[in-house]
Nanobody, 127 residues
């Protein structure tokens, strides 16, 4: 079982920035497509960003496009989510997810397409 651990969450003022990190225990990290999701209290979990196995391509939800950047460092078994120009509506628990290795170089947008999840990190944006 792959273990994922998010870090970097916190409290930030609107317009500020945060960088989330997700460290993986897996020895085949470069074979895993990775994703970020978030969930606010009383709301459903929603897709935020996804990145290809080799990090060459990333896809973003319309709500964060142009403000968030997903990247990965396979040598460090870590995926990142750089969040700029934060808004109060970005407030949520952010989760990192990994999909088991396949031969495909693609991204995955549905939460049911991921096999492993971190415990989440809280991001709070004040107005």
């Amino acid at each position: 079982q792959v273990q994922l651990a998010e870090s970097g969450g916190g409290l930030v003022q609107a317009g500020g920035s945060l960088r989330l990190s997700c460290a993986s225990s897996g020895r085949t990290f470069s074979d895993y497509a990775m994703g970020w999701f978030r969930q606010a209290p009383g709301k459903e979990r929603e897709f935020v960003a996804a990145i290809r196995r080799d990090g060459a391509y990333a896809y973003y939800a319309d709500s964060v496009k142009g403000r968030f950047t997903c990247s990965r460092d396979n040598a460090k078994n870590t995926v990142y989510l750089q969040m700029d120009s934060l808004k109060p509506e970005d407030t949520a628990v952010y989760y990192c997810a990994a999909r088991r290795p396949t031969s495909s170089y693609r991204v995955y947008l549905g939460e049911n397409e991921y096999d492993y999840w971190g415990q989440g990190t809280q991001v709070t944006v004040s107005s």
